[in-house]
């Protein structure tokens, strides 16, 4: 059968030509994406206001956030105080930005951890049918554990430090990480491509290295913004129980805690570290949102 | 489905007893034990040898797990040291404040989150739908001891409208029980209303979409049929598994609220149990709240078979 030949243009290779070709990275686009994504800027924004006064809080807060000066002491919010003074006259602009500074470090301490150990433990998991069982079973008792009681137990057991804390955090949410890291090797193991790179004879730990891991890092990098905000949360609520880093370092939970008996004279102690907290969770929040996504379409809110 | 339970709870045994175990050796980790908090700073070292040996702290390790383990067979967890009352009768005591207090709280998560998801759903990219995934938004960053914090500051010391803490049991006075519960329920519910809100908007999203609404429309059903028997019914499924995620947040968030609205729950009991190295206590009291987190995720499940035909018929 003989098929009519195409209509020969003779400006048809010229055309194709003048259509620009997007040369581009993935990574490059994705930012892009990412940046024109509205709600992810918000939560860049908040956040960047958190970490700009973490990392500048030794310029910013000169004075000493543990430095008592009683005669200053119960001042409100004004011109010469900013956020207002404690019960012992300590500066609440020092005390709140030096424990940014400790929130953002245990936070991207825990983050750190589990992007390490989550990884390796839900990619063990998941990929070895063998160990599997075994993993899971310890990573679903954990997880059945009340989270927050979890915690506790572990400062408990290693004694109230900013270093503890970061330990027992990543006790928590490790096996969270894990599955998530898991469920999604899981699929990826019996992906086709996977199969062509056993057959081509590639090792266990090619194929997962440079296989199945890249694969699964959307949903662990979305999973890694939201447990930063958790992990902030968690180590104000246990500094606000008194098992936190140990007073007089502040940390925006042990000043809640304090700033609780006087609550009716001098409310801003309560409020100003809150909201700080509050901004903080809430703009990795929103960045989490933005990366998931762009990230992982699969778990889009449909906007 | 009788047959899944059954094998849900078989699988329950083997975590459980993980669960037990962690405890046994994080509790006996923990630096220092009872005999001091019992003693008091006081006691001389005699003293605390002879109450170290009363409560058979001195035995071995494995031989003071046997014999736990051993009671645990027969159902005995043991006598809270602090408390001086069974393991048992203790958690009984104080389980149904926090069944309580959670319970209040769910019923707030659900009507609030699931009607906004509703609603923000329905109306999509309006501002109606905006200001509710703000507020969904609001939920999930604002800390809940901090809107605890907020309330008690604005309610209970300038208004004076609720009391700062304490509880009044249901049974005793019901007026003094919402009083007293109200804002610890407010302030332990509104992660989860975020949380159900953002769920369920993207889930009756998901499902308006769907070939057989726009049929439902087509063949002119009133709006209201169409929504809450075509669409809610299925978005049902995948929220009934938040809210069985919502429970044991609940249960695992009383913690804070309990102290902090200083309400005699188990949260507050197993919280001064580990400060105070009440073992007992602490490992009785988490083996059984963990047994109960995972009786009610089992119930989610056996939940979804009454929700979901296709799951019901399943061959297991």
């Known amino acids: 059968m003989n098929l009519p030949d195409a209509p020969s243009r003779p400006d048809a290779e010229a055309d194709i030509q003048d259509v620009p070709i997007h040369r581009q990275h993935p990574a490059w686009m994705t930012l892009r994406r990412l940046f024109r994504h509205q709600l992810f800027l918000t939560g860049i924004g908040l956040f960047g206001i ?34 207002g003074t404690d019960n012992f ?17 245990i936070g991207f301490s825990v983050v750190l951890l ?41 400062t408990a057991v290693l004694g109230p430090s900013t270093f503890n804390v970061i330990l027992a955090l990543a006790v928590v949410y490790i096996p969270r990480t894990a599955r998530i890291v898991r469920s999604s090797v899981i699929v990826l193991r019996e992906m086709e491509y996977v199969q062509a790179a056993v057959a081509a004879g590639a090792g266990h730990w090619r194929i997962l290295r440079r296989h199945i891991l890249p694969n699964a890092m959307a949903p662990l990098i979305v999973q890694l913004s939201f447990l930063f905000a ?7 609520t246990l500094s606000f129980l008194g098992l936190g880093a140990v007073p007089p370092t502040p940390t925006w939970g042990n000043i809640m805690a304090e700033g609780r008996q006087y609550m009716s004279e001098a409310s801003w102690i309560i409020t100003i570290p809150g909201i700080a907290l509050m901004i903080t969770v809430m703009g990795l929040n929103l960045l989490g949102d933005g990366l998931r996504d762009v990230l992982d379409p699969r778990l889009r809110i449909q906007q | 489905m009788a047959g899944v339970i059954l094998r849900r709870l078989a699988g329950a045994v083997p975590v459980l007893l993980i669960v037990s175990l962690i405890t046994f050796g994080m509790m006996r980790l923990i630096p220092g034990d009872p005999s001091s908090v019992i003693g008091g700073l006081s006691a001389t070292p ?11 702290l001195d035995e071995p390790f494995f031989l003071q797990m046997l014999k736990w383990y051993t009671a645990l067979a027969h159902g005995d967890l043991g006598r ?25 709280a769910l019923v707030i998560t659900v009507v609030f989150g699931l009607c906004s998801g509703v609603f923000a759903a329905l109306r999509q990219n309006t501002v109606i739908d905006q200001l509710a995934m703000m507020f969904a938004m609001l939920g999930i960053s604002v800390p809940n001891f901090f809107l605890g914090l907020l309330m008690i500051i604005l309610f209970a010391v300038r208004l004076g409208w609720l009391p700062t803490g304490g509880y009044i049991a249901f049974t005793d006075d019901p007026v003094g029980w919402l009083r007293t519960s109200t804002m610890p329920a407010i302030s332990l519910a509104l992660l989860q209303v975020g949380l159900l809100a953002r769920i369920t908007r993207s889930t009756m999203l998901e499902v ?14 009133p709006r209201r049929v169409v929504v809450m028997k075509h669409a809610l019914a299925n978005a049902l499924i995948p929220i009934t598994t938040v809210v069985g995620i ?11 609220t309990e102290t902090l609205f200083s309400i005699p729950g188990m949260g507050q009991l197993l919280t001064q149990a580990v400060l105070n190295r009440d073992y007992p206590m602490v490992q009785g009291g988490l083996l059984l709240t963990t047994a109960f987190l995972v009786m009610i995720n089992i119930a989610v499940d056996a939940c979804y078979a009454l929700l979901d035909p296709r799951v019901r018929y399943e061959s297991p």
């Open chain 1, 50 to 83: 958190i970490l700009a006064a973490a990392i500048l809080a030794p310029i910013i807060a000169p004075v000493d956030p543990t430095k008592l000066a009683m005669r200053y002491k119960f001042r409100p919010p004004d011109g010469t105080f900013i956020f």
């Open chain 1, 89 to 105: 006259g300590r500066s609440l602009w020092s005390r709140v930005i030096w424990g940014a500074q400790l929130s953002v470090v």
């Open chain 1, 114 to 154: 589990n992007a390490i150990f989550g990884t390796l433990i839900g990619a063990l998991a998941g990929y070895f049918r063998s160990l599997d069982n075994g993993l899971m079973r310890v990573n679903d008792a954990l997880m059945a554990f009340p989270a927050i009681l979890l915690a506790i137990g572990v």
């Open chain 1, 230 to 236: 958790y992990a902030v949360l968690s180590e104000a």
């Open chain 2, 46 to 56: 005699a003293q605390l040898a002879q109450i170290r040996a009363d409560l058979g």
């Open chain 2, 80 to 104: 809270s040291i602090l408390l001086g009352q069974d393991v048992v009768g203790a958690t009984l005591q104080r389980l149904p404040v926090t069944l309580a207090l959670s319970a209040y």
């Open chain 2, 208 to 221: 308006l979409r769907q070939d057989y609404i726009r049929t439902a429309r087509a063949k002119g059903l």
């Open chain 2, 246 to 256: 919502i429970v044991s947040l609940l249960i695992s968030g009383s913690v804070v």
